[in-house]
């Protein structure tokens, strides 16, 4: 149970009250990332009008030449520049990586008390990358991949803010295992009425990232209602069920059920195929061979 400053216990309308709180006080995007959409807005732009503004924040161009040289995009030279770098990517996804990368920056910021912190980024960079490789198996676009690497790394941040809204900032500790962790906000969620999907999605108006990774994040835990199916949060669902370690086939060949696998048009030979991809990406290149 969580407890006030003065030792009483919160009841469920201030613990929703202090989730609110919490996320009014999350910084926005940088500067960089508001002129780099203005940027994007205009019909005419292209890299050239990028760069420059690119060129003000040498932190965001050391993450682009980290992603470029990354071996995801298969470039086989060292990119040594931001005006090469930013051809690799397409100009909505490069501002969007731009965004998630300064997200990291202002969650390890906000939430610098949270102990075992580190937990979190592992657990949202494996599901990126689960949801980056069944977007792959499913023969979507580059564009598209890119989109749910982005959404698999923003996915899970309104659990943080569940998690600091009921135990409080000065004795947070995140568990031993993200299983762990997702245990215990599944049981504060449930007593005070939270909802960390939610919560991650106001984050993201904030930001003002796409309506469509908004929608990914919001419907991950529900991306079927009825005879509404969120392509985006079934994705990010079925990444998480992906990223989980030693998950037997007939686990995953069940994760939903067989008519919305249909519905989706995400067959379930492609969920196997994703697991081995993303088995295969996450090993060291020596064991990879």
């Known amino acids: 149970m969580s407890t006030s400053r003065d030792g009483m216990p919160l009841n469920k309308r201030e613990v929703v009250a202090k989730a609110r709180r919490i996320i009014e006080r999350i910084p926005p995007m940088p500067s960089t990332v508001f002129e780099l959409r203005k940027a994007a807005a205009d019909p005419n732009a292209n890299y050239d009008h990028l760069v420059p503004i690119l060129k003000k924040d040498p932190v965001i161009c050391a993450d682009l030449l ?41 969650v390890r910021e906000t939430f610098s008390q949270i102990r075992n912190l580190e937990l979190y980024f592992q657990h949202v960079r494996e599901v990126s990358q689960a949801a980056a490789a069944l977007a792959e198996v499913q023969g979507m676009s580059q564009h598209d991949r890119e989109v ?125 195929k994703a697991k081995k991809l993303y088995i295969m990406r996450s090993l060291p290149a020596t064991q990879a061979l």
């Open 66 to 106: 980290r992603y470029a040289n990354s071996a995801r995009y298969g470039v086989r030279h060292k990119v040594e520049t931001v005006g090469e770098a930013v051809r690799y990517f397409g100009m909505r996804n490069l501002i969007e990586l731009v965004a998630a990368s300064c997200s990291d920056k202002i």
């Open 148 to 272: 749910y690497l982005v959404m698999g790394l923003m996915h899970d941040i309104g659990r943080l803010v569940v998690f600091v809204a009921v135990v409080g900032e000065g004795h947070a500790a995140l568990g031993a295992t993200w299983a762990e962790t997702r245990r215990l906000v599944n049981k504060q969620e449930e007593l005070y009425g939270l909802n960390h999907s939610e919560l991650g999605a106001m984050i993201l108006q904030k930001w003002h990232f796409p309506e469509v990774i908004r929608i990914g994040v919001l419907r991950h835990h529900n991306p079927v209602r009825g005879k509404d199916i969120s392509i985006e949060g079934l994705m990010i669902c079925l990444a998480d069920i992906i990223a989980v370690g030693e998950l037997p086939e007939e686990i995953l060949m069940k994760a939903l059920p067989p008519e919305v696998m249909v519905r989706s048009k995400i067959p379930v030979e492609n969920i196997l």
